[in-house]
T-cell receptor, first 114, second 114 residues
Framework: NAGVTQTPKFQVLKTGQSMTLQCAQDMNHEYMSWYRQDPGMGLRLIHY???????DQGEVPNGYNVSRSTTEDFPLRLLSAAPSQTSVYFC?????????????FGPGTRLTVT | QKEVEQDPGPLSVPEGAIVSLNCTYSNSAFQYFMWYRQYSRKGPELLMYTYSSGNKEDGRFTAQVDKSSKYISLFIRDSQPSDSATYLC??????????????FGAGTQVVVTP
């Protein structure tokens, strides 16, 4: 049971390049989400998914795309990287039923856009 | 004005003291209230989860929710140096299609000195 895994751990991009941040979970959780964390701003939701084939926008979706073809995987695509996307990106998966709630975050991807 | 306000600290306390953390919020639709702990350069870790108003205790941790005042608190008793971390509050509307849309506070850095 690996929990939530993210790759890569670090990435440097040039402005205008595209890339995909990978996220996978092995807990069969329905809910998965992507956050970015910037100094002094906590975590802000980019996109989330309530199950395979279903995605929705969060607070800061511009410049990012997601898809969810399987329960396990939830990749985040940067279409054309900008310096404003320099941040730490966290993927999370969660489960809720009645009074039970579980949520696990991945270790993060540190992205620098020059 | 942010939907969730949290004092960034740092909050420095001596070992054994009680740590008191809080968040205020403006949206009365929030029904689920969470506290996370985040060590430096790691992903957040869910500590406590509370539905609606009231108190919840788990070991040295106590979470309180006062919906009438839109105020939530986390208390850490008998604090240890290993409690030194950033603590984030997060709130969710809790409806089926939106409960994964967490709004995070900016986080409070806590330092427990031996």
């Amino acid at each position: 049971n690996a929990g939530v895994t993210q790759t890569p751990k670090f990435q440097v991009l040039k402005t205008g390049q595209s890339m995909t941040l990978q996220c996978a979970q092995d807990m069969n959780h329905e809910y998965m989400s992507w956050y970015r964390q910037d100094p002094g701003m906590g975590l802000r939701l980019i996109h989330y998914s309530v199950g395979a084939g279903i995605t929705d926008q969060g607070e800061v979706p511009n410049g990012y795309n997601v898809s969810r073809s399987t329960t396990e995987d939830f990749p985040l695509r940067l279409l054309s990287a900008a310096p404003s996307q320099t941040s730490v990106y966290f993927c999370a998966s969660s489960y809720r039923w009645d009074t039970t709630y579980e949520q696990y975050f991945g270790p993060g991807t540190r992205l620098t856009v020059t | 004005q942010k939907e969730v306000e949290q004092d960034p600290g740092p909050l420095s306390v001596p070992e054994g003291a009680i740590v008191s953390l809080n968040c205020t919020y403006s949206n009365s639709a929030f029904q689920y209230f969470m506290w996370y702990r985040q060590y430096s350069r790691k992903g957040p870790e869910l500590l406590m989860y509370t539905y609606s108003s009231g108190n919840k205790e788990d070991g040295r941790f106590t979470a309180q929710v006062d919906k009438s005042s839109k105020y939530i608190s986390l208390f850490i008793r008998d604090s240890q140096p290993s409690d030194s971390a950033t603590y984030l509050c997060a709130l969710s509307p809790g409806t089926t299609d939106s409960w994964g849309k967490l709004q995070f506070g900016a986080g409070t850095q806590v330092v427990v000195t031996p």
